[in-house]
Structures are given as structure tokens and as C-alpha cells.
């Protein structure tokens, strides 16, 4: 099973007491809106339990005329204005009770996705790393409107239909006992059975349905996403007929689903004729022994349509609470989760000073392993970084160069020992105030589909629209924004897509010259850019360095020679530190076997299955 889809199932661990708490957490806040617009609707649904009473009075006022057409036609009268007024009353509070109710829903659906993007987005680097974007977003809208229905078929629909269940049954045992009793009983079964074939039939396979609906959301979001790749390789059928089979799949389950709720229907349609044939015939037979007046004939029918109809929603709003607690699961799970990289209690704010601390990053026997890993990356691991110190890190791929930056911005928490900044703890404090304190420039920038004047201040959003512009000179980004149609009010489209990625990658840079953070962190951030742009980018960057301590993950040797010391990495563990001309003066040096592969072209060839560690070894023999 693969990690997204362990992720899945133990998300997907949700209780019927969960999905109580998530619903009573967001109603608490507006309890009395809700209350409100409940007991408005419980008065307009008890009025109509009453109208059969008076449908009936009308019935039997019109039989007496033949002996006592005065008193008959008051008697008629008199019912016929209640009658009416109860009709009345039922629409205006019904009104009355909705006009509350849109409020206090539209504000639950609010709060809920807001509250699921603020949580999602704490979510570790692990989590996103293993989770479809596509497939978080669809969770979450999905899971919005499943609470909508969810609170609607509760309130506004299992409640009112209860309570004229009770109430017209109460009204029919003390008119007709018999009649009364047996539709209680009915009443009862029916309920019981639609509820049993809900939980047990219906509920699985909509839950299925809902696993495959996040799928295809899932899945259309990563092809849409990477559609230059599918384009450069001319797949579009393919990826339409992989999309194809996913949605098939996501087809036969909710058609299943789906039939499987017709076929509900069925036994419930059955049921409820059963119980309507039983009432009236059993009236029928108290009309002929005489213990039943022609009204009471009409008010057992007027009854039954009333109870049939409310009977009918009861049946449904049971298969719609089920498929909304389905749809729930995903979102409930979200606000049931607590990653593991939180802000403990009492946590404060990272102060940083710009002086000369011979410590200003320090890890203190560290240890660390990742979640799914068998044993540790690092073991043990003691290193100093003064304060404006240009450290560099190398090695080949998977030696814990990037796992050392992800510790300092705390994207994964330590398994031993501590990581100091500036003396303070970074576990003791809070996540914000820490990152904010930290410039990423990556070799792989990501911007928002905004303007590029939001992109470059996204680090000072109190930043004016000058300071922008001489980030922007620094990084030598200004002169290609003014190229463009709209200049800074440019929308560089999801991602940055619409920029090269030489582009992109000087918009980053603007940014973190702007952010003006006292530690920065560059993964190779001239990668990008062409021979002439990198050359003057790199004087950026050496200004933007100055007095500030600057972590580069280096991929190219001959970008990292002005360093002021080189970790080298291999397995988790520094096996050589240094300066350049240092690490170069020893014959064995890992460092030099490096530097030679790129800078001689010592990179042998290799044969299928060999590893880059067998290629390096190569070098080192090559280089002796």
C-alpha cells in the first residue's frame, strides 16, 4: 500500500461521534440562530399537524345541515377559519424560520472552509508531499456543501418530519385509538428500516463513490497541472485514456450507489401503501359498526397524505444524511488531525540579532529520521554556523543536504537532540515567527497566479511599490517586467507559467532580497538563468549575502569556490568541512573527486543499474 493510500485509509477513520462533535462545534457559536430558525419551523410543521382536525370538523358541520343547518354552518365556518389560518400561520413561520436558517448556514459553510484551508495548510511538508492537491481541494469544497445538506436534513428536515410524526399520531389515538396505534407501529418500522438499510446498505457503497469522486478530482488536477509535460510528449490520448478508466471506475460506483438508493425507495414506496390501505380500511370498518364519522374518514385520509409525505422525506433525508456523513469524512479528518509540527504551548517569538555569534545556528546532537524511514538519516550531529558565515552543502543526491534546511525552517521536527538560532530553541518557538526569519530562494521557484508586484512582496506585504521596483533592479528582474503588457500589475498565471524560468527564478530572488530576512537559504538559485544573467545575478546575490548568514545547497561546484566553509555529505553524515582551496588541497578529498567529475568531465560511463554512488567512486579512482 503506498503512502497516499495509508494517508487515505487512516483519514478516512471517521466516527458517527466525530462527524457529532465537528457538527456541534461549528453550531455552537450561532446556537441561537440556529435554535431560532429550528423552533420557528418546529411551530410552522405543528400547524400543519393540526389541519386535518378541522378538514374533518368541516366534513361532519356539512353532514348535520340536514338536521341543524344553522349551527352545522357555524360549526363550518368556524373550522373552515381555522383551517385557514392555520395554513396561514404554517407559510409565514416556514418563511419566517428559512430566512434565519440561510443565515446561520451560509456562516457554518463559512467558517468551514476557511478553517479547512487553515488547517490544511499546517499540515507537515511530509503530508503535502504525499497528498494530490486536486484531491485536498475536492475534500475540502466537497466536504463544505456535504455539511450543508448535512445540517439541512438534520434541522430542517429529520426534525420537522419527526415532530409532525409524533404530533399527528398523538392526534389521530386520541380521536380514532385504533387507527392511532397501528400508524404508530407502522410509523415505527418504517423508520427502523429505512434506517437499517441506510447504515448497512447505502452507506458503504456511497462512501465508495465519495473515495472515487476525490480520485478523479485528484487526478484531473494533476494532468491539468502538468500539461506542458504532456504536451512536450505528445500524450494526450493516453493521459485521456488513463482519465478515462479512473472516471469509469468513479461511473460504476455511484451508479451503483445510486441504484442501490432507487431500490430503498421501492421497499420504502412499499411500505408507505401498506400503511395508507391499513388506515382506511380499518376506519372504513369502525365507519360500518359506527364508531367512525364520515369526517373521521377524511381526517384519517387527510392524515395519511400528510404522514405519507412526511414519511416519504424521512426515507430520503435518512439516504442524504448517510451520503452527507460520507462526503464529511474527508473534511471531519482534516479538523480531527494534529500534525505532528505544531507551535507548542506558550511558544514565542523568534528574535534574531544581526551580530557575531559564533553559534548563530547550532544543531546540538541531532538526530532525525523521516516518518516511513527504516533508521535514522542523521545520528548524533553537532554543527556551529556563525552568525553571516556563506556555508555551502555537498554530496550526491539523498546525502541530507536538503533534509538540513528542511530541520532549520523546522518543516520536520528532530528526533534527538535540539537546533539553536541565535541561542533560542527553534521548537520553543512559534512556526511564523521562525520561517519569516528564513529567505528560500529554490531552484524550482513557485509563484501565485497574481500580479508580480504581490509575488516580489510577498515576504513584506508592507513593502511600497519603489522598494519593489529596486528589489526588482537588484535581482535584475525590472527590465523584462517593464517589457511587459501590464508591468508589475502582470498576472504571471498558476504557478508563474506564464514567466521562463529564468524569469521565475529572478522574481524569487527579488523576493528574498526584499523580505530582508537575516538568514538565507539557496537551492542553486541560478540554476535557470543563462551564462550572461547568471553573472550579474550573482553580484545580487554576493551584495545580498553580505550580513546575513546564507545556507547554499549546492549542485554546481564552480558556483560555491567563495564560500566560507563546504560541508560535504554522505549518508546523513559531514565526512569533510572546509574552504574551497582547503577540501582542493587533499588528493583524496571527496570534495575534489566531486569537483573534478563536473569541472574534468571525470563521470565514466555507466551501464544499466548503476548507482550515482559507483560513479562516484569511478571518479575518485580516475582522480588518484
Known amino acids: 500500500m503506498s503512502e497516499l493510500e495509508e494517508e487515505e485509509k487512516k483519514q478516512s477513520n471517521v466516527k458517527a461521534r466525530d462527524v457529532v462533535r465537528f457538527a456541534l462545534y461549528y ?99 511530509d503530508w503535502h508531499a504525499n497528498t494530490f492537491a486536486g484531491g485536498t481541494v475536492r475534500k475540502i469544497t466537497r466536504g463544505m456543501w456535504a455539511f450543508d445538506s448535512f445540517e439541512d436534513t438534520i434541522l430542517m428536515g429529520l426534525l420537522p418530519a419527526i415532530t409532525i410524526m409524533i404530533g399527528v399520531t398523538v392526534m389521530l ?71 478515462r478508466e479512473i472516471v469509469s471506475y468513479w461511473r460504476d460506483k455511484s451508479l451503483n450507489a445510486w441504484q442501490t438508493g432507487v431500490g430503498a425507495d421501492g421497499v420504502r414506496s412499499v411500505m408507505r401503501l401498506f400503511m395508507m390501505v391499513s388506515m382506511i380500511a380499518t376506519t372504513i370498518v369502525l365507519g360500518k359498526s359506527g364508531k367512525a364519522t364520515p369526517g373521521d374518514i377524511v381526517l384519517v385520509i387527510t392524515t395519511f397524505f400528510i404522514i405519507g409525505g412526511y414519511l416519504r422525506d424521512i426515507g430520503m433525508h435518512i439516504s442524504h444524511l448517510q451520503r452527507a456523513i460520507s462526503d464529511m469524512e474527508d473534511v471531519v479528518g482534516f479538523w480531527l488531525r494534529e500534525d505532528d509540527v505544531i507551535d507548542v504551548q506558550g511558544a514565542k517569538n523568534l528574535t534574531v540579532k544581526r551580530g557575531q555569534r559564533p553559534d548563530m545556528i547550532s544543531f546540538d546532537k541531532v538526530g532525525f529520521k523521516y516518518p516511513n524511514a527504516l533508521k535514522n538519516l542523521y545520528s548524533d550531529m553537532s554543527v556551529d554556523i556563525r552568525a553571516g558565515e556563506k556555508l555551502a552543502l555537498v554530496g550526491p543526491s539523498g546525502g541530507g543536504k536538503s533534509t538540513f534546511v528542511k530541520l532549520i525552517q523546522r518543516l520536520y521536527n528532530v528526533t534527538e537532540g535540539a537546533i539553536h538560532i541565535d541561542g533560542q530553541d527553534i521548537s520553543q518557538v512559534t512556526l511564523e515567527s521562525l520561517r519569516r526569519s528564513i529567505s528560500l530562494v529554490p531552484q524550482d521557484p513557485i509563484l501565485f497566479h497574481r500580479t508580480l508586484s504581490e509575488n516580489i512582496s510577498y ?91 546564507t545556507i547554499t545547497i549546492a549542485h554546481r561546484m564552480s558556483t560555491i569556490q567563495k564560500a566560507d566553509r563546504i560541508l560535504v555529505f554522505d549518508q546523513g553524515r559531514i565526512i569533510e568541512q572546509g574552504d574551497h582551496a582547503t577540501l582542493m588541497s587533499s588528493p583524496h578529498s571527496r570534495y575534489k573527486a566531486l569537483y573534478d567529475m563536473q569541472a574534468l568531465e571525470l563521470i565514466p560511463e555507466l551501464s544499466d543499474g548503476d548507482s550515482a554512488e559507483k560513479t562516484e567512486k569511478a571518479a575518485l579512482v580516475a582522480n588518484d
Not at 428500516?193 to 447504515?199: K, L
Not at 469522486?213 to 494532468?223: M, N, R, Y
Request: proline letters at 3%; one cysteine or more; aromatic letters at 8%.
Open 459 to 549: 515576504g513584506n506585504r508592507g513593502a511600497t511599490q519603489a522598494e519593489i521596483e529596486a528589489a526588482a533592479k537588484k535581482a535584475f528582474a525590472h527590465d523584462f517586467i517593464m517589457t511587459l503588457p501590464k508591468g508589475y500589475d502582470t498576472l504571471v498565471g498558476e504557478r508563474g507559467v506564464k514567466l521562463s524560468g529564468g524569469e521565475r527564478q529572478r522574481v524569487a530572488i527579488a523576493r528574498a532580497i526584499l523580505s530582508d530576512a537575516p538568514i538565507l537559504i539557496m537551492d542553486e538559485a541560478t540554476s535557470s538563468l543563462d551564462s550572461i544573467s547568471e553573472h550579474y545575478i550573482q553580484q545580487a546575490l554576493d551584495r545580498l549575502t553580505e550580513g546575513r548568514t
Open 173 to 243: 389515538v386520541m380521536s380514532l385509538p385504533t387507527v392511532g396505534i397501528a400508524a404508530a407501529v407502522m410509523i415505527v418500522a418504517y423508520c427502523a428500516v429505512s434506517i437499517w438499510m441506510s447504515v448497512k446498505i447505502l452507506a458503504p457503497r456511497f462512501r465508495a463513490s465519495a473515495e472515487f469522486d476525490t480520485k478523479v478530482g485528484a487526478s484531473l488536477a494533476d494532468i491539468i497541472t502538468g500539461n506542458p509535460t504532456v504536451k512536450s510528449f505528445g500524450a494526450e490520448a493516453r493521459e485521456d485514456r488513463n482519465f
Open 27 to 125: 453550531w455552537r457559536p450561532r446556537v441561537r440562530l440556529g435554535a431560532g430558525a429550528a423552533v420557528l419551523m418546529l411551530a410552522s410543521v405543528l400547524m400543519d399537524a393540526v389541519v386535518p382536525v378541522y378538514t374533518g370538523r368541516i366534513v361532519d358541520a356539512m353532514v348535520a345541515m340536514k338536521t341543524d343547518p344553522v349551527t352545522a354552518m357555524q360549526a363550518a365556518w368556524w373550522a373552515f377559519g381555522s383551517f385557514t389560518l392555520l395554513a396561514l400561520l404554517h407559510q409565514v413561520l416556514r418563511l419566517l424560520s428559512l430566512y434565519f436558517w440561510n443565515r446561520f448556514a451560509v456562516d457554518n459553510l463559512q467558517s468551514i472552509v476557511t478553517d479547512g484551508l487553515q488547517k490544511v495548510q499546517r499540515f507537515s511538508a
